[in-house]
């Protein structure tokens, strides 16, 4: 079993959210399944997903995120603010 490395509890959740990429273009759906004080996890249907990009939730502050790992359709950021 892989060992948690997160510095806070995980939350699930099943929440729309958009992914903003710095280079512009409209923001892309996703899907967020949880969620800690650190970072989320992220279920994404398209194939580039930058370093570093923004996820703005249906409620509550945009947050600035990197990406920290990425399997097939999910992936985990970090937040930076």
């Not at 509890?9 to 004080?37: V, W």
């Not at 990009?53 to 603010?81: H, Y």
Request: charged share 30%.
């Amino acid at each position: 079993m892989l060992a948690n490395r997160r510095r806070s509890e995980r939350r699930a959740c099943r929440n729309f959210a958009k992914i903003q990429f710095a280079t512009g273009g409209l923001p892309r759906d996703c899907m967020i399944t949880d969620m800690s004080d650190g970072g989320v996890k992220i279920i994404a249907e398209y194939p580039e997903i930058p370093a570093e990009f923004t996820v703005i939730f249906s409620e509550g502050r945009p947050r600035q995120c990197k990406l920290a790992w990425r399997i097939g359709c999910e992936l985990g950021a970090q937040f930076l603010d």
